[in-house]
């Protein structure tokens, strides 16, 4: 989810490796200039000693020694040098620029507001033409100075003013030019206080117009999260000064489809420059550490001095949905618990996580960046940090390499890192379109992310996913959903103890959260018996789960078939996807109509035309079906040719009928991860694992095994841009709730058949073969037929690909099948058909028989 763009602040215009201390110092020394200036020019007195005055000298009678005449200056006679150097050359004018002083090194000691060095040029203009507009008011008798009230600089720019006006012939140039200048003083004067044209119609509005009302929340549209004005601005105080509350500046968030966030966003922070010592090495400066969007519903906190840089960006927690769009959780259980079909628990069901802490250790991520710097150096990796970004796990530092720095070369030394920073683990990788590499080193203290937050984050609430599945939160802190519909399906793989598991659960309490069992329904499969069993009985189910592998087999092969069933009744409906279906199911529903359907039933024999009949449909919206295999290593051993083929045609075909898969194994090996199954599987997950391999083969680079554990992921999406997500956290505790109350609105509504056999693959394999002989090259011979009588393909190529096999075995299965009369002879184009069962209990040849007898 990308960021809005960061407003200006102080710490962007600030050179590089300046202290607070330098700062405090530096702001120090021109408030003291200012007061100086105003002094000299406030005591300034034409008869002191000065560079246009020379004072008489008296002689002492009694020691000779020359008296001068004391001047009447505060400041002495460097004040009165000082004073009348500035009168005669802006008047009274000078006085402002000691006020400027003033101002400008209060705001830079204590850190107030915004110091953009364009302010001083705008400043330094409006000086002038101040001036210029003092040099034409009248000179009052205590003035005996040459030029007028604006000093010399003033009269010049009268000059320079006046000249257009007097070249169009207006009366009385110089009083008009003197006027422009006044407006010209009073523009520039605004534009170095930092007001625009919006702050200037909002001070109009609060002098002049009566307060307007509080906008009301709008019911159903997304609230925009807001940035309070900048701390210290002009604005601030003159809205405060008024008695007005000081106005909010909306920053819109846009998020992507995927997630709701842009790998590629710049984010908050300026780029580092680079220093070189005495030695003349060059050595990476310590980069800033920037803020950005404000925590909602926190306490404000008062601002106050400060010499370090004030802009943290602090990891924030998801930002909670507007109660007003959401129905009370009394309603819901009230009404809901009529049908089952329509239960959505409540998220009060879910315990509230502690509040999290939203402080930045500013000083031991500055510590962190300049020793991170000088590793780098010391393994020879020229370059800079240009970003850090903290997170509630993991703080990101983003290294720009130097020219010729490889990649390859930094990624290397994530082991090297990670000891020399004394971290548990440091992972590298290449940030997609930039010229950065980013380095991930673990926070001392880790926050844990809680599956609540998520589901009450604006992002998941108010998303229109088909399913939305709650990943997560991102290295800046910020919610990750995945949208299962447009995976569409979802592969995970992770070691013991690397919070696959809890992982699976958040995802599948997320959909819960978020669809009915009438829109979403669910096949698990869990072979290890333990994980997905505590959801026995939830309305949710289409069968009991599933623990048995040869009966997993069966679901799936139940899956093809439905999957092939809801293809075909929208392909009478004249629809693409299962969206379209229920929209024109709804919609017809809704009228009491029955669609129908012209088919063609056979041929009139008399005229030889075709005979078409119209088919009454009365189409119901379905539901979508997600398939979840906890652990396909244990499928794959038991039966893995079945497995891979019903994964292999879902994976490719199922997306348009809306069915799902997430499948789940601890052993990410390329003979359960196989080369067809990560082909069909784009997206993909993968927490801690054991080594590189693993990580490469699911994930196809490496940096899984550099991944913290306890939720810790990596999250592929499609087009292979890698994301680092922190898993949430939800108890067993708050899984059994969730499931108690889903089994209180009612009784699950089982389809009866997922699991058992069907009756023409039992016959192949029972009634023409028998039991089983145990000879391997019977039991691939069966296993030749099941595929080609289910599959409906009897090719030599198809069975080769099946079994795995080569040419000439294939050809031979083949050729025995069509001996033993279970599939026909090849025709003049080389294709074959399958022998009905009742045609093939006679021996192969008993339906000519028959017709011989019949002839007879």
Not at 256 to 278: I, L, W
Not at 380 to 386: D, F, H, N, S, V
Not at 769 to 776: A, L
Not at 835 to 843: A, L, Y
Request: charged share 20%; aromatic share 6%.
């Amino acid at each position: 989810m990308p960021q809005p763009r960061a407003a200006h602040s102080e710490d962007a215009y600030e050179p590089q490796g300046s202290s607070a201390l330098t700062r405090f110092l530096s702001g120090l020394m021109a408030f003291s200039a200012g007061v100086f200036i105003c002094g000299s020019c406030s005591s300034y007195n034409s008869a002191d000693p000065s560079f246009n005055m020379a004072v008489s000298r008296t002689q002492d009678p009694i020691t000779n020694a020359i008296i001068e005449a004391a001047p009447e200056n505060m400041f002495g006679h460097f004040g009165a040098y000082f004073g009348d150097f500035l009168m005669q050359g802006f008047g009274w004018t000078a006085i402002l620029l000691g006020f400027a002083l003033m101002i400008g090194g209060v705001r830079r000691a204590f850190g107030i507001g915004q110091q953009d060095p364009a302010s001083w040029m705008w400043g330094l203009a409006a000086i002038l033409f101040a001036a210029c507009c003092l040099a034409e008011w009248p000179i009052p008798k205590s003035w005996n100075m040459s030029a007028g009230l604006g000093g010399v600089a003033g009269e010049l720019m009268l000059g320079i003013v006046s000249t257009p006006f007097a070249a169009l012939k207006i009366p009385d140039p110089q009083v008009w030019a003197s006027a422009f200048a006044g407006l010209g003083a009073i523009l520039f004067a605004a534009m170095a206080m930092g007001l625009g044209a919006s702050d200037a119609s909002s001070l109009w509005r609060a002098l002049i117009h009566k307060p307007q009302r509080e906008a009301e929340p709008v019911v159903g549209v997304p609230a925009l999260p807001s940035r309070p004005a900048t701390s210290g601005s002009l604005m601030d105080g003159v809205m405060r000064l008024l008695g007005k509350k000081p106005q909010e500046v909306i920053e819109p968030i846009v998020y992507t489809e995927e997630d709701g966030f842009e790998e590629g966003d710049r984010g908050f922070f300026s780029a580092v420059e680079k220093a070189e010592g005495a030695d003349g090495k060059t050595r990476p400066i310590v980069p800033r550490v920037l803020e950005s969007r404000p925590i909602p519903d926190a306490a404000p906190v008062p601002a106050g001095p400060s010499v370090a840089p004030r802009n943290i960006n602090k990891p924030q927690p998801p930002q909670p949905a507007q109660q007003q769009a959401a129905p009370r959780p009394a309603q819901q259980q009230t009404i809901r618990a009529r049908d089952a079909s329509n239960a959505i628990p409540p998220l009060e069901l879910l315990d509230i996580p502690p509040p999290r802490s939203s402080d930045v250790d500013e000083a031991r991520l500055l510590e962190m960046a300049d020793r991170l710097g000088g590793v780098l150096t010391e393994f020879g990796i020229k370059g800079r940090i240009t970003e850090v970004r903290p997170g509630p796990v993991v703080t990101l530092f983003e290294l720009e390499p130097a020219a010729g720095v490889r990649s390859s070369k930094v990624i290397a030394l994530a082991e090297d890192i990670a000891r020399a920073m004394s971290a548990t683990s440091a992972r590298v990788a290449v940030i997609p379109g930039r010229n950065a590499i980013g380095i991930e080193l673990p926070n001392p203290t880790r926050e844990t992310v809680y599956l609540r937050d998520l589901l009450n984050a604006q992002e998941f609430s108010r998303s229109r996913m088909a399913l939305p599945l709650a990943l997560g939160e991102s290295i800046e802190g910020q919610p990750m959903i995945g949208d299962l519909g447009k995976m569409p399906h979802l592969l995970i793989a992770g070691t013991t103890g690397s919070g696959k598991s809890v992982g699976i659960n958040a995802m599948i309490l997320s959909l819960m959260f978020k669809l009915p069992p009438e829109k979403c329904r669910f096949i698990m499969i869990d072979p290890k018996m333990l994980e997905l069993s505590i959801y026995e009985g939830i309305p949710h189910l289409l069968a009991p789960v599933v623990t048995d592998p040869q009966k997993a087999v069966l679901a799936l092969k139940w899956v093809v078939r439905e999957m092939e069933s809801r293809y075909e009744l929208m392909s009478k409906m004249g629809v693409r996807n299962l969206a379209g279906f229920n929209q024109k199911a709804e919609d017809a529903a809704a009228k009491g109509e029955h669609l129908t359907r012209q088919v063609q039933t056979g041929w009139n024999k008399s005229t030889g035309e075709a005979v078409w009949e119209n088919e009454l449909i009365k189409p119901e919206p379905m539901p979508h079906i997600v398939v979840i295999i906890d652990e396909m290593a244990d499928l794959m051993l038991v039966a893995g040719k079945d497995i891979e083929g019903a994964v292999q045609r879902i994976a490719q075909m199922a997306r348009a009928a809306g069915i799902h898969l997430i499948t789940a194994t601890q052993r990410p090996s390329v003979d359960v991860i196989t080369g067809t199954i990560k082909a069909n599987f784009p997206t993909r997950i993968s927490y801690m694992v054991t080594t590189k391999i693993d990580s490469r083969t699911i994930l196809g680079e490496q940096g899984a095994e550099q991944l913290l554990g306890m939720g810790d992921l990596l999250w592929m999406q499609s087009g292979g841009k890698i994301s680092r997500v922190h898993g949430p956290f939800v108890k067993d505790e708050e899984v059994e709730r969730v499931v108690n109350w889903l089994k209180d609105q009612g009784q699950p509504q089982y389809v009866e058949g997922i699991t058992d056999e069907v009756e023409e693959e039992a016959s192949v394999s029972d009634n023409a073969f028998g039991t089983s002989s145990g000879d391997p090259e019977e039991d691939m011979y069966r296993e030749a037929v099941a595929a080609v009588v289910r599959d409906k393909r009897p090719t030599t190529s198809y069975v080769q690909r099946v079994l795995r096999i080569g040419y000439n075995r294939a050809a031979s299965l083949i050729e025995r099948m069509e001996r033993e009369g279970i599939i026909s002879a090849a025709d003049h184009a080389g294709k074959r058909q399958i022998i009905p069962q009742d045609v093939r209990r006679g021996g192969g040849s008993g339906a000519s028989s028959g017709d011989d007898e019949e002839a007879a």
